[in-house]
């Protein structure tokens, strides 16, 4: 048995999120038929981070096992002829035995991606959060500072969560304007479902001038999730990349290839295909 690595990267609006469901179309349920197909055998993946309904991904990563051998040309062109548009496989490479998409990841790096103007977009209903109040993005950076570190999250996890422990280490949590986009990027070495929505929820009603970017340090102190603010919409949501150790070579987007060379961080706040 081989086990593979892919990339995904999907539009989530018309998908009841990754994982198999009862009903309802879903990611996983799609690239599992997809890649069967091309191995000629049943398919399961393993995936990084189970993204919910109308969430995207530029950066999933599944792993799965198979006996059949076929190229990475193969296991990508093959899979994406039999998956929808709004789905594709962007890499596929061979791992190690010990490999796993959910359990060797270091970190997560989720963007929440605002539009910020008076009117709304035509174009982007179903890919990006539309706020018509101007945000003030330093007010909501300072409060997204409050937020680093290695805290109890409870105040930001969903009634629903099913995570044993409310600790989690956020790496990095900055906010950042290029026009009318905002975006909030967290890097985390793991999410309570509906963190990141809840934190972007947050940040949004400070930016708005609702609340004092103060607010942000009291709300987590007081591990209440009744005391934050609403949850933001799925639609501006997406994984946006995980990190690996080094050692299983897995592939770097071309962002990644840039940061690396110096690129400074605002020229590539909107990447891959996403509208200045």
């Given at each position: ?7 995904l990267?999907y539009?989530?609006t018309?998908?009841?999120g ?16 997809a890649?069967?197909?091309?191995a000629a ?5 393993v995936?990084?981070?189970r993204?919910d309904?109308?969430?995207?991904a530029?950066?999933q990563?599944?792993?799965?096992d ?5 190229t ?13 548009r ?5 890499w ?5 035995p010990?490999?796993?998409?959910r ?9 929440y991606?605002?539009?910020n ?13 539309w706020?018509?109040?101007?945000l003030d993005?330093?007010r909501?950076?300072?409060a ?6 290695e ?8 009634a629903?969560?099913?995570?044993k422990?409310?600790?989690r280490?956020m ?7 290029q ?6 990027e ?11 929505r809840n ?7 400070i930016?708005?001038g609702?609340?004092?970017p103060?607010?942000a340090g009291?709300v ?8 934050s603010a ?8 997406y994984?946006w ?9 897995l592939?770097?987007?071309a ?21 200045p």
């Amino acid at each position: 048995m081989t086990r593979i690595a892919v990339g995904l990267e999907y539009q989530g609006t018309r998908y009841a999120g990754w994982q198999r469901q009862r009903s309802g179309d879903t990611v996983q349920v799609l690239a599992e038929g997809a890649l069967s197909k091309v191995a000629a055998e049943t398919v399961s993946l393993v995936c990084a981070g189970r993204t919910d309904a109308g969430v995207h991904a530029r950066g999933q990563v599944a792993h799965f096992d198979t006996g059949a051998s076929r190229t990475t040309r193969a296991w990508i062109l093959g899979a994406n002829s039999e998956l929808p548009r709004d789905v594709s496989i962007s890499w596929a490479r061979p791992v190690p035995p010990h490999f796993h998409a959910r359990y060797s990841a270091q970190a997560r790096t989720y963007r929440y991606l605002i539009f910020n103007r008076a009117s709304r977009s035509g174009l982007l209903g179903s890919r990006a959060t539309w706020v018509h109040r101007s945000l003030d993005v330093e007010r909501m950076a300072q409060a997204a500072a409050a937020l680093e570190g290695e805290h109890d999250f409870s105040a930001f996890r969903a009634a629903q969560c099913q995570a044993k422990s409310p600790i989690r280490r956020m790496e990095r949590l900055t906010v950042a304007r290029q026009g009318d986009w905002l975006v909030i990027e967290a890097t985390a070495n793991a999410f309570l479902h509906h963190m990141v929505r809840n934190i972007a929820g947050l940040l949004i009603r400070i930016g708005k001038g609702d609340a004092v970017p103060s607010w942000a340090g009291e709300v987590l102190a007081g591990r209440d999730r009744r005391l934050s603010a609403a949850t933001a919409p799925a639609v501006g949501l997406y994984l946006w990349r995980v990190r690996y150790p080094q050692a299983f070579a897995l592939p770097l987007s071309a962002e990644d290839r840039m940061g690396a060379a110096g690129t400074a961080p605002e020229d590539a706040i909107i990447a891959a295909g996403f509208p200045p």
